[in-house]
Each structure stands twice: as structure tokens, then as C-alpha cells.
């Protein structure tokens, strides 16, 4: 925001999967300093991301699974002159089972939306991202990309598969000032930790050198790092936020 508070002048940033944990407290972090879109894939989810960011930003159904949806979504934010020079990808899913048992469908989805999707929603910014010389391109990851993690060989390789992505995308558009990077969020308390009981909280967070389990505003403040002029001359990285559960 320029002196004179105009919200014109400030950059746009996207946050795909904004609705509700990592997502919408990363938006939260990002409303004093960005006009913020935040996306829900239901009307009443982009409502309410409206609602929370009032004068900082608004909300946008956003399907990273559906060609049409996203190019419905880029064609209106480029006719308000609203294209992002921030983009996080934060969306994605889980639909766990041990290979053995696991049906095409549970597989396809997961790589379809967590993977394909961001190429769905990478590629629609790049072109006005490289006319401006700057940009910022942060892919939220997990921890269990590298770790692994039985039951969710669909969602490690989307994970893993993102991690690579990132690297490969920061050589390409280096050079025009645009950074690309990921974070890797461990066992963060979200709604869906919210669920475990003491003591599957406890074994959790015993596997954790910092002997707990990590916020929301802790991934937040790691994304808004690599979105800041601070992070420019960081790229292709992942940054791991787990508390010492992986080191490497």
C-alpha cells in the first residue's frame, strides 16, 4: 500500500485451498501487505474467504482439478487487471489406502488435483510474471515428500512430484526475476489433527525434536518469507517447517 493507502498499488497474490487451515491462516498473513484472492471450491466457501479479508481481498471458486474452472478463474482476474505476481499453491487432497487396495480413481485424484492442478494454476501466471521481471511461485509441500509415509503412496508422489517441480520451474524462470520454492509443512494443528486423541497427539509430537506439534502461522510466516523482496535470491528450495521431524 503507498502512503496515501490506496490498495491499488499493491501486488495481488492467489492462495488456492484458502478456506481453512494452512490456507486461510496464510492468507491472514498475507492481507496487510497484498490484495489477497483466496479460493474455495464451493461458492459458499469463497464467500466466506470474502467475508475474512474484507477490504484486503475477496474470494474465488477454484476447482485446481478442472481445466474450466481454472481458466474461468484466470479469464476474470485478467479482466479486472487482477493477475497475480504472488501465487501459493496450497490446495490439494488425500484419499489414503495401501497399494494393494488402492482403486485407480483414489490414485488419479490425488495426482490430479495435488500435481496436474498445479501445473493448471502455474502456467496461466507466468507469461505476465516474466513481462514484469518479478514474481514469487511458493508450492506448499509436505514432509512426507521425503520421508514417505505408508498408506499414501498417491500423496508422496504428488508431494515429491511438486518438490521437483519446483526446482525444475525456478531454472526455467530465473532469470527473469520470478522465484520459485516450496514449503514442507510436518504435523501441524489443524482441524484434521483436531480429531487424534492425547495419545495419538502425544506419540506425534514424541517423534518431534521441538516436542510439539506446529501452528498454522508457523507455515504462514515461513510462505510470507519467500513471498518478500527478504526472499529474493532464494530459489528452487524447499523450506522444511517441522519442528526437526525431518532434517535434510
Keep these: 500500500m503507498n502512503e496515501d493507502g490506496n490498495l491499488s ?17 496464510i492468507i491472514q498473513a498475507l492481507a496487510p501487505d497484498y490484495f489477497v484472492i483466496g479460493t474455495a471450491t464451493s461458492q459458499a466457501g469463497a464467500a466466506a474467504i470474502g467475508d475474512t479479508l474484507a477490504d484486503n481481498g475477496e474470494g474465488a471458486v ?19 487487471d487482477r493477475m497475480p505476481s504472488v501465487l501459493i499453491n496450497n490446495a490439494g487432497i ?3 489406502n495401501l497399494l494393494l487396495r488402492m482403486k485407480p480413481e483414489e490414485w488419479q485424484s490425488v495426482i490430479n488435483t ?3 492442478g498445479l501445473y493448471r494454476v502455474v502456467k496461466p501466471v507466468l507469461r505476465g510474471m516474466m513481462k514484469a521481471r518479478w514474481g514469487r511461485i511458493i508450492n506448499v509441500s ?8 505408508p498408506g499414501q503412496s498417491n500423496y508422496v508422489a504428488s508431494k515429491s512430484g511438486i518438490e521437483g517441480f519446483t526446482r525444475s520451474l ?3 524462470v530465473g532469470s527473469r ?3 520459485v520454492n516450496a514449503v514442507a509443512p510436518g504435523f501441524i494443528d489443524t482441524d484434521m489433527t483436531a480429531q487424534l486423541d492425547d495419545a495419538q497427539v502425544e506419540l506425534m509430537s514424541s517423534r518431534i525434536p521441538l516436542g510439539t506439534l506446529g501452528r498454522v502461522e508457523d507455515v504462514a510466516a515461513a510462505v ?3 513471498a518478500s523482496d527478504a526472499a529474493g535470491y532464494i530459489t528452487g528450495e524447499t523450506l522444511n517447517v517441522n519442528g526437526g521431524l525431518y532434517m535434510g
Design 114 to 116: 495435488n500435481l496436474t
Design 9 to 25: 498499488d499493491r501486488k495481488v497474490a492467489l492462495v488456492s485451498g484458502a478456506s481453512r487451515g494452512i490456507g486461510a491462516a
Design 170 to 172: 525456478a531454472q526455467e
Design 177 to 179: 526475476g520470478i522465484t
Design 224 to 226: 510470507l518469507f519467500l
Design 142 to 149: 509436505s514432509v512426507v515428500a521425503r520421508m514417505g509415509n
Design 94 to 96: 488425500t484419499s489414503d
Design 62 to 80: 477454484l476447482r485446481v482439478d478442472d481445466d474450466a474452472s481454472v481458466e474461468m478463474l484466470f479469464k476474470s482476474l485478467k479482466d479486472q
